[in-house]
């Protein structure tokens, strides 16, 4: 046969000649090209994790609370009492560039129809956002519709958008990365998967009706920006919330029925990902007729429908027999519900249009088969310099705690959570602010806390000791609030896998953070790689985004960070020395990126936690606060803010680490931890630190309205707390007003 | 001079609200519709000291730019003198 697409058509669908070679060889014959845009979408590296599947083996993936690890739609642990939750987290980058309100929407939409086709509520929603200089107009554009997108669906759909974390540096102006986590919860007993099983059993397309949109979309995600970027803008698809809440009570209506044998939703590459994926996994082929698929628009060809990327639609296999139930059960929620096809015993993915076979393909040629690549790897040269500058220590100690209060990555991000509803479900124990947030879980006697970290700065100095440093962080942030770190989902953001540079970024984040996860005992369940983060040749800081979920027994324990009493003395746990390589401080009062990275000893980091951990439930910490970007200055600062719960207040504190000033008050380590309690809980807190092993002091007193920090004895910071709350609350807020 | 400008989703991208319209009226006894799609209409003064053709240029970029999204949306400019 000849040839029957040219070279071009190949590059379109992003396949290279050896690609389409191997296609060739698989199916021992050209594709149609209904089968080259399957074998496009389904071998692109979103789909595929063709260039990040090596690495992403070393990951720890399971543990003694997983019930569900990577390979799903989401990952699932046993909280106890029955119950499981199933939590993910995904980008949604790219889409979220060319169309910021509704790329981040329907990433939000995407990642929740993750959670509930497993058979969980989704009870919670957060995003890690990373966009450009922040007084940039691009910026604003960018941050502004992202915002208001994430607001609009979760809202409309009815989740809490209880926590997260925003970033700004000039690596993300035009490249911003919107990563959407979500839990949700379920009885153990009653999770599904995504699987066809049963050969003969119907095959049911469920949701909204399938339109021309987001075509090709998971080979856009694949895809480096340039000028042209915008030219690809229709790709873009537009979400229906309030459609996707309806289909959230269908599906867990009809999961409880008993009629669903497996489910999966039709996000990236559409109704193709989710037929080839569940006849896969259940070891069954899945054939269905194009012409009994509900359609939008008319005159929809059959490589439009199965590469269409309309959002809220689910593809489920039913029980024999069963089938009206199921549809009955959609009908009565106002959706859309057909037969489409049915499982088979041939392990293909067939598809017809008008009783005409137009694409036939072994399952596994789509899935197992995919390319799988080692990419060279090599060390970045001379990017990042080690050497500390010496005039960094020249700087007056107070213009610079307030200019890193007002520092984008440090300020409120109140202006971002005041969009989003964190009340709705009334479940919501600790709102945005604070280290992580908390959620009761109302089945059960427990709270949830979960957080989402990143340290892109970091990685881009050290990636494998700057992910550690974010799981570690995460971590903390747990357990500064009172919970037990149990897993992890990761987003992994990096620029092009095709340069060696990138992939050795790539493999030192993926070693760097089993080790981390395998101290903490805390597998990763899953997550997402999204390469090509790059616009014009410049990429983004690799940025790996650790979504971490805990477990808080008893929700009396639940701590904040802020102080709460006059006269509760300043305890600092932890005592790891602090240094300015890579820290917010030089980053933003110098303006430069550069070494070395504090060091992380993961031994002290777990001794450190497990000590908070047992003074708040020996009910004597009062706050708890995790010391990090910005240093203890920072840290102190935070601690002093007014809250949704108590007035600001201030502190007077006196510290020696043997350091001069600047170092001390805004050097960065891990490890550390400042905490209030009254002054009698002292000494208790100093014996669990004592069978603990970690060093423990008090450094200070609760009290008045000026925050005071000696160091070595002598004054550095002296400010009325309002001042400084006023230059951290308001930057950001300020910012997005310019313009209007 | 008075301009009027058009703005509606492009043909093929999902409109929920004109669903939305579509539904209530539907659900209003109504069987008389197939469809609704639903946009946005804008009536324009022009500065009276304007030339035609630069107005129509400046009211076309307007449009372009700040009246409609052109990721999602398609506007029709119309000018009457």
Same mark, same amino acid.
């Given at each position: 046969?000849?040839?029957?697409?040219?070279?071009?058509?190949?590059?379109?669908? +992003?396949?290279?000649?050896?690609?389409?070679?191997?296609?060739?060889?698989?199916?021992?014959?050209?594709? /149609?090209?209904?089968?080259?845009?399957?074998?496009?979408?389904?071998?692109?590296?979103?789909?595929?994790?063709?260039?990040?599947?090596?690495?992403?083996?070393?990951?720890?993936?399971?543990?003694?609370?997983?019930?569900?690890?990577?390979?799903?739609?989401? +990952?699932?642990?046993?909280?106890?009492?029955?119950?499981?939750?199933?939590?993910?987290?995904?980008?949604?980058?790219?889409?979220?560039?060319?169309?910021?309100?509704?790329?981040?929407?329907?990433?939000?939409?995407?990642?929740?129809?993750?959670? =509930?086709?497993?058979?969980?509520?989704?009870?919670?929603?957060?995003?890690?956002?990373?966009?450009?200089?922040?007084?940039?107009?691009?910026?604003?554009?960018?941050?502004?519709?992202?915002?208001?997108?994430? +607001?609009?669906?979760?809202?409309?759909?009815?989740?809490?958008?209880?926590?997260?974390?925003?970033?700004?540096?000039?690596?993300?102006?035009?490249?911003? &990365?919107?990563?959407?986590?979500?839990?949700?919860?379920?009885?153990?007993?009653?999770?599904? $998967?995504?699987?066809?099983?049963?050969?003969?059993?119907?095959?049911?397309?469920?949701?909204?009706?399938? #339109?021309?949109?987001?075509?090709?979309?998971? /080979?856009?995600?694949?895809?480096?920006?340039?000028?042209?970027? &915008?030219?690809?803008?229709?790709?873009?698809?537009?979400?229906?919330?309030?459609?996707?809440?309806?289909?959230?009570?269908?599906?867990?209506?009809?999961?409880?029925?008993?009629?669903?044998?497996?489910?999966?939703?039709?996000?990236?590459?559409?109704?193709?990902?989710?037929?080839?994926?569940?006849?896969? @996994?259940?070891?069954?082929?899945?054939?269905?007729?194009?012409?009994?698929?509900?359609?939008?628009?008319? #005159?929809?060809?059959?490589?439009?429908?199965?590469?269409?990327?309309?959002?809220?639609?689910?593809?489920?296999?039913?029980?024999?027999?069963?089938?009206?139930?199921?549809?009955?059960?959609?009908?009565?929620?106002?959706?859309?519900?057909?037969?489409?096809?049915?499982?088979?015993?041939?392990?293909?993915?067939?598809?017809?249009?008008?009783?005409?076979?137009?694409?036939?393909?072994?399952?596994?040629?789509? /899935?197992?088969?995919?390319?799988?690549?080692?990419?060279?790897?090599?060390?970045?040269?001379?990017?990042?310099?080690?050497?500390?500058?010496?005039?960094?220590?020249?700087?007056?100690?107070?213009?610079?705690?307030?200019? &890193?209060?007002?520092?984008?990555?440090?300020?409120?991000?109140?202006?971002?959570?005041?969009?989003?509803?964190? %009340?709705?479900?009334?479940?919501?124990?600790?709102?945005?602010?604070?280290?992580?947030?908390?959620?009761?879980?109302?089945?059960?006697?427990?709270?949830?806390?979960?957080?989402?970290?990143?340290?892109?700065?970091?990685?881009?100095?050290?990636?494998?000791?700057?992910?550690?440093?974010?799981?570690?962080?995460?971590?903390?942030?747990?357990?500064? /609030?009172?919970?037990?770190?149990?897993?992890?989902?990761?987003?992994?953001? =990096?620029?092009?896998?095709?340069?060696?540079?990138?992939?050795?970024?790539?493999?030192?984040?993926?070693?760097?953070?089993?080790?981390?996860? @395998?101290?903490?005992?805390?597998?990763?369940?899953?997550?997402?790689?999204?390469?090509?983060?790059?616009?014009?040749?410049?990429?983004?800081?690799?940025?790996?985004?650790?979504? %971490?979920?805990?477990?808080?027994?008893?929700?009396?324990?639940?701590?904040?960070?802020?102080?709460?009493?006059?006269?509760?003395?300043?305890? &600092?746990?932890?005592?790891?020395?602090?240094?300015?390589? #890579?820290?917010?401080?030089?980053?933003?009062?110098?303006?430069?990126?550069?070494?070395? $990275?504090? #060091?992380?000893?993961?031994?002290?980091?777990?001794?450190?936690?497990?000590?908070? @951990?047992?003074?708040?439930?020996?009910?004597?910490?009062?706050?708890?606060?995790?010391?990090?970007?910005?240093?203890?200055?920072?840290?102190?600062?935070?601690?002093?803010?007014?809250?949704?719960?108590?007035?600001?207040?201030?502190?007077?504190?006196?510290?020696?680490? +043997?350091?001069?000033?600047?170092?001390?008050?805004?050097?960065?380590?891990?490890?550390?931890?400042?905490?209030?309690?009254?002054?009698?809980?002292?000494?208790?807190?100093?014996?669990?630190?004592?069978?603990?092993?970690?060093?423990?002091?008090?450094?200070?007193?609760?009290?008045?309205?000026?925050?005071?920090?000696?160091?070595?004895?002598?004054?550095?910071?002296?400010?009325?707390?309002?001042?400084?709350?006023?230059?951290?609350?308001? @930057?950001?807020?300020?910012? %997005?007003?310019?313009?209007? | 001079?008075?301009?009027?400008?058009?703005?509606?989703?492009?043909?093929?991208?999902?409109?929920?609200?004109?669903?939305?319209?579509?539904?209530?009226?539907?659900?209003?006894?109504?069987?008389?519709?197939?469809?609704?799609?639903?946009?946005?209409?804008?009536?324009?003064?022009?500065?009276?000291?304007?030339?035609?053709?630069?107005?129509?240029?400046?009211?076309?970029?307007?449009?372009?730019?700040?009246?409609?999204?052109?990721?999602?949306?398609?506007?029709?400019?119309?000018?009457?003198?």
């Amino acid at each position: 046969m000849q040839q029957p697409f040219t070279p071009e058509v190949i590059a379109e669908h +992003g396949l290279t000649p050896s690609e389409y070679d191997r296609i060739v060889e698989l199916l021992e014959r050209h594709p /149609t090209i209904v089968e080259l845009g399957i074998f496009s979408v389904m071998w692109s590296e979103h789909c595929s994790y063709k260039s990040s599947r090596v690495h992403l083996k070393r990951l720890p993936t399971t543990g003694e609370c997983v019930v569900q690890g990577p390979g799903e739609n989401a +990952g699932i642990v046993d909280i106890g009492e029955g119950y499981t939750v199933a939590f993910k987290i995904e980008s949604h980058n790219h889409p979220s560039f060319i169309e910021p309100f509704q790329g981040a929407a329907t990433g939000v939409g995407g990642i929740l129809r993750d959670i =509930f086709t497993m058979g969980a509520r989704p009870i919670a929603a957060m995003n890690s956002l990373h966009f450009g200089d922040i007084d940039s107009q691009g910026t604003r554009r960018v941050a502004d519709g992202v915002v208001r997108g994430i +607001g609009h669906y979760g809202n409309c759909f009815g989740v809490p958008t209880i926590g997260g974390e925003v970033h700004f540096s000039d690596r993300y102006e035009k490249n911003p &990365l919107v990563n959407a986590f979500a839990l949700g919860i379920m009885k153990r007993d009653q999770i599904f $998967l995504g699987k066809a099983e049963g050969v003969g059993n119907p095959v049911i397309y469920v949701g909204a009706k399938t #339109g021309r949109d987001g075509i090709h979309g998971a /080979t856009m995600a694949s895809a480096e920006f340039d000028d042209e970027a &915008l030219e690809k803008r229709p790709t873009v698809q537009v979400g229906d919330p309030f459609l996707e809440k309806l289909l959230l009570e269908a599906c867990l209506e009809a999961m409880r029925s008993g009629a669903v044998v497996g489910i999966q939703d039709m996000g990236a590459a559409g109704l193709t990902c989710s037929t080839c994926e569940m006849g896969f @996994r259940g070891g069954t082929g899945v054939e269905i007729e194009l012409d009994l698929v509900p359609q939008r628009e008319t #005159g929809m060809t059959p490589y439009e429908i199965m590469l269409s990327e309309s959002q809220e639609r689910m593809l489920l296999v039913a029980s024999h027999g069963r089938a009206r139930e199921v549809i009955e059960i959609f009908h009565k929620w106002e959706l859309d519900a057909v037969v489409v096809g049915r499982v088979t015993d041939d392990g293909k993915m067939r598809v017809l249009e008008h009783g005409e076979v137009v694409a036939e393909i072994p399952n596994v040629f789509l /899935t197992d088969e995919a390319p799988v690549y080692h990419r060279p790897l090599a060390r970045p040269e001379g990017e990042v310099v080690l050497e500390l500058l010496h005039d960094a220590l020249d700087v007056d100690a107070e213009g610079a705690l307030l200019e &890193l209060l007002a520092s984008p990555n440090i300020a409120s991000k109140e202006w971002v959570y005041d969009q989003y509803d964190h %009340m709705v479900r009334t479940n919501t124990v600790v709102l945005p602010g604070s280290d992580a947030a908390v959620l009761r879980v109302k089945e059960t006697r427990k709270a949830l806390a979960m957080t989402l970290d990143s340290n892109a700065r970091y990685c881009e100095i050290d990636p494998r000791l700057g992910v550690m440093h974010a799981v570690a962080e995460a971590a903390r942030n747990l357990s500064v /609030t009172g919970a037990r770190p149990l897993a992890v989902t990761n987003c992994m953001n =990096f620029a092009s896998p095709e340069r060696p540079e990138t992939m050795w970024q790539f493999s030192e984040t993926i070693d760097g953070m089993s080790e981390a996860c @395998r101290a903490f005992d805390t597998p990763v369940t899953g997550g997402n790689v999204s390469f090509y983060n790059e616009t014009d040749g410049r990429g983004i800081f690799p940025t790996p985004v650790i979504g %971490m979920v805990g477990l808080i027994d008893d929700p009396k324990h639940v701590t904040t960070q802020w102080f709460a009493k006059e006269g509760h003395a300043v305890v &600092l746990i932890g005592d790891e020395t602090p240094a300015l390589g #890579g820290s917010e401080y030089l980053a933003t009062v110098r303006g430069v990126l550069t070494g070395p $990275l504090p #060091g992380l000893d993961l031994d002290r980091e777990k001794a450190v936690q497990e000590a908070v @951990r047992t003074a708040i439930t020996d009910e004597l910490i009062v706050s708890a606060h995790d010391c990090s970007d910005g240093g203890i200055a920072v840290a102190l600062a935070e601690c002093c803010f007014s809250s949704y719960r108590l007035p600001a207040v201030g502190a007077t504190v006196d510290l020696d680490f +043997g350091l001069d000033a600047i170092t001390t008050l805004f050097g960065e380590a891990p490890s550390r931890v400042i905490a209030s309690a009254p002054v009698g809980a002292v000494a208790k807190i100093a014996e669990i630190c004592r069978r603990i092993g970690v060093p423990c002091r008090q450094v200070g007193i609760v009290g008045g309205d000026r925050l005071r920090i000696d160091v070595r004895g002598a004054t550095s910071v002296d400010v009325r707390v309002a001042d400084l709350e006023s230059a951290w609350r308001s @930057r950001i807020a300020a910012a %997005m007003a310019v313009g209007r | 001079m008075k301009a009027e400008v058009y703005v509606t989703l492009k043909r093929g991208v999902l409109d929920p609200q004109g669903k939305a319209i579509q539904h209530a009226i539907e659900a209003n006894g109504s069987d008389a519709i197939a469809a609704v799609r639903q946009g946005k209409y804008f009536e324009i003064e022009v500065a009276p000291a304007l030339e035609p053709a630069a107005a129509r240029a400046e009211l076309d970029r307007i449009a372009r730019e700040i009246l409609s999204n052109p990721v999602i949306e398609d506007y029709r400019l119309e000018i009457h003198e």
